[in-house]
């Protein structure tokens, strides 16, 4: 059995961030960082090498597995911001969040970063343009790496971190015990490692072995929320005149009908759709590239309603993955339909698609969202829909694309103390794995706090 100081699971955000920080600071720990994905350079999907036009459900997904994590194939947008993306800053503070936030920022700069623009929606006339219709643009700074320049920034990384941090790719850890010592049993298929500190960062792919692991440690975990919605992709003109500006424009809105908050989230200028398989549930999501020559004429964001629940059924995420099954069953995939079909209650068959103005980015199956999206979602996504076409006219047009199911699924909420530490000394929850975060910044950012603290630990 071989003995490290502290093995990190999961290679994602939080997982990277962490080991980068380890490596910076000097001290004296043996680390391991295992993931059940590929080495960047295998991180391929099937789709994207031409392979195949539909999700095959590849275990482990590329697109959610492997070094840099769920992030790597992503647009790379890192927002700067506590209104969104994580409850990081309940933990440790504003001050220390953001502070955080702008370190992994400028790390991000120093490895090739500073040649992408950092947008910010302060001060910004949008915002008074979208409260005249009750929308409310949230507050952040973004920087768009786009996934071509966010791949070369975590190779970067990874070229930093390779002598000093030991990786082990391919490699699901299937359980972590503890012995009467006090030391954590990491176990593999082939192998089993031994650690004193041991962090949990396998993120959303992860979630329900966080929650297996954590059970069976006594630690308890609250139930988080699940949103539900959809894909919507439109010519890029449309939010052209926002999204030069601000870039990522976060609105919220709340429903006149069910007083249901609903907001964009993810938007993606000029790039194009994807599908991603989460434990074999395929849903939708978006990404766009740095790279002038890889853009594509349409922009696409998601539109999400969020859905928690408490007696007698409080689990949301089975709640999420039942639609997305549903959706799934019908499409043998993703769903696609277009905005005009789908409000005069038809379906959008081939023969539409083929008049349709929009070219979808997306191999998806035209059908009819309104037979797998319960109603009282579907109702505010489309009076979402309208209220947006008021701050850029078009969206509401009848060849907008809704591609479904779009589903975030948030991690139960495991019981961590300011440092991120559960009840068990030495186990760490950190990243979306820990229900904690949500999104790239916060996960990274989380990943940096708790090696600072495991540094000074192992310092010389
Ligand atoms: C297509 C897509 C686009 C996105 N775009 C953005 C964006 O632009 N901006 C943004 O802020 N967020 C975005 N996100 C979300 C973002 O990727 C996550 O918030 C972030 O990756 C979380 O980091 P993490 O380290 O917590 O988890 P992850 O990045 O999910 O990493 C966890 C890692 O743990 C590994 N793992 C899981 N279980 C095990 C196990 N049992 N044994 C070994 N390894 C395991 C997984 O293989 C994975 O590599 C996007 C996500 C997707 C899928």
């Known amino acids: ?53 539909k999700c095959i459900k590849c275990s482990p997904c590329h697109i959610m597995n492997g070094y840099g994590g769920a992030g790597t194939l992503s647009d790379g947008k890192y927002n700067i911001t506590t209104q969104f993306g994580g409850d990081l800053h309940k933990y440790i503070g504003e001050k220390e969040a953001m502070e955080l936030m702008e370190y992994v920022d400028s790390v991000l700069c120093s490895m090739g970063g500073d040649e992408a623009k950092l947008f910010s929606t302060a001060n910004k006339a949008l915002r008074t343009e979208c409260l005249k219709y009750d929308l409310h643009l949230l507050e952040a700074k973004v920087r768009h790496l786009g996934t071509d320049r966010n791949v070369r920034i975590l190779s970067k990384i990874f070229d930093y971190i390779k002598g000093r941090v030991d990786t082990l790719f391919y490699t699901d850890i299937e ?97 194009e759709v994807v599908s991603e398989n989460t434990n074999g549930i395929v849903t939708v999501n978006g990404h766009s590239y740095a790279d002038e020559s890889l853009l594509t004429g349409n922009t696409n964001f998601a539109l999400l309603v969020s859905n928690s629940f408490t007696e007698p059924f409080e689990d949301s995420n089975e709640y999420g993955e039942s639609i997305a099954r549903l959706s799934n069953m019908l499409g043998g995939g993703v769903l696609m339909q277009r905005f005009g079909d789908l409000v005069k209650g038809r379906r959008s068959s081939e023969r539409r698609m083929e008049k349709c103005f929009t ?46 199911v779009e589903v975030k699924f948030y991690n139960s909420k495991v019981m961590v103390d300011k440092n991120l530490e559960t ?19 916060q996960a990274s950012a989380s990943g940096v706090m708790v090696a600072r603290i495991l540094a000074a630990k192992y310092s010389k």
């Not at 071989?2 to 600071?25: Q, R, S, W």
Request: glycine letters at 8%; charged letters at 25%; one cysteine or more.
């Open 359 to 404: 070219v979808p980015t997306l191999n998806a199956t035209a059908g009819d969202l309104s037979l797998v999206i319960p109603k009282r979602q579907l109702d505010d996504i489309i009076e979402m829909i309208y209220a947006l076409d008021k701050i850029a006219p078009g969206t509401a047009n009848e060849d907008t694309l809704l591609y479904g």
């Open 175 to 271: 359980d972590v015990r503890q012995d009467e010592d006090g030391f954590f049993h990491v176990i593999t298929k082939d192998e089993e490692f031994v650690c004193e500190d041991m962090i949990l960062a396998t993120g959303r792919s992860g979630s329900k072995w966080v929650s297996k692991i954590c059970t069976a440690f006594g630690i308890e975990q609250r139930k988080n929320r699940v949103d539900i919605g959809v894909r919507v992709e439109l010519p890029a003109e449309i939010f052209k005149h926002i999204t030069d500006d601000v870039y990522e424009s976060k609105i919220v809105y709340k429903t006149k009908q069910y007083g249901d908050l609903v907001r964009t989230f993810c938007m993606n200028p000029y790039g």
């Open 1 to 53: 059995m071989k003995k490290y100081d502290i093995v990190i699971a999961g290679a994602g955000a939080a997982g990277v961030f962490m080991a980068y920080e380890l490596t910076k600071i000097d001290n004296n720990a043996n680390i391991l960082m295992i993931d059940r994905g590929a080495p960047l350079e295998k991180r391929l999907c099937p789709i994207k090498a031409g392979r195949t036009p």
């Open 423 to 441: 009840s068990v000394k030495g186990l760490y929850a950190l990243g979306d794995g820990s229900g904690v975060t949500h999104s790239l910044s």
